[in-house]
């Protein structure tokens, strides 16, 4: 069974560094997604990306932050500059295959410490 | 933004009974809702999911059920094994746009 995976597993930074965290989706899916989850709080959208550009993003998706394709298979999340409050678990996801149309499978997430 | 939401942080079941998790949504515009499972420090395992077109949806032991005057959701899991304890959470979009998640309730089933 295909999965969705992610690198590295866990990402310790200071505050103002740049991370870039990726993603390899399900190889066959046309859909790519980061999600975040804040400790204790909600799994909430960050952008979603489709032929090769932004197809909707949330209001937490400043100008901090920026998704890239580079190649056939990575999914890219990078933080410019990044700030305490962007300490979580970052979820990559992939959908939309001729099977899963509107389903969404993630991947085992990255945690992110700023310090 | 409370548009999905899942008002039981917690279930506890026996081993072999039905455990019934509920979730309520605000926005009429959705037209697709998921079921996700979730173990500490992993991502979202998809579960089982329903258009709006449907009241019912069947997977093995997991059922959706959908009832879109009441804007309600469950999820239905028989018989329960101890295996099934995890956190559920319930999402919705519209097509295969964002998904907008609840809450999450903790199921444990007890052996």
């Known amino acids: 069974e295909p999965e969705v995976t992610q690198t590295p597993s866990h990402q310790v930074t200071q505050m103002g560094q740049e991370v870039i965290l990726r993603c390899v989706p399900i190889?066959?899916?046309?859909?790519f997604y980061w999600y975040r989850q804040i400790l204790g709080q909600k799994v909430e959208f960050l952008v979603s990306?489709?032929?090769?550009?932004?197809?909707?993003k949330s209001e937490i998706f400043d100008d901090q932050f920026s998704v890239e394709r580079p190649d056939g298979s990575n999914f890219t999340l990078k933080i410019r500059s990044t700030k305490l409050e962007d300490s979580a678990m970052y979820f990559c996801?992939?959908?939309?295959?001729?099977?899963?149309?509107?389903?969404?499978?993630f991947g085992p997430g990255t945690r992110l410490t700023v310090l | 933004d409370q548009q999905v939401k899942q008002n039981s942080p917690s279930l506890s079941v026996q081993e072999g009974r039905i455990s019934i998790l509920n979730c309520d949504y605000t926005?009429?515009?959705?037209?697709?809702f998921l079921w996700y499972k979730k173990y500490p420090a992993e991502g979202p395992t998809f579960l089982i999911s329903?258009?709006?077109?449907?009241d019912k949806n069947e997977d093995g032991r997991f059922t959706v059920f959908l009832n879109k005057s009441a804007k309600h959701l469950s999820l239905h899991i028989v018989p329960s094994q101890p295996g099934d304890s995890a956190v559920y959470f319930c999402?919705?979009?519209?097509?295969?746009?964002?998904?907008?998640f609840g809450t999450g309730t903790r199921l444990t089933v007890i052996p």
């Open positions: 329903i258009s709006s077109i449907k």
């Open positions: 190889s066959n899916h046309l859909y």
């Open positions: 999402a919705a979009s519209t097509g295969a746009n964002n998904l907008f």
């Open positions: 996801a992939s959908g939309g295959s001729f099977k899963w149309v509107n389903e969404q499978f």
């Open positions: 990306f489709y032929n090769n550009e932004i197809s909707e």
């Open positions: 926005n009429s515009m959705f037209d697709y």
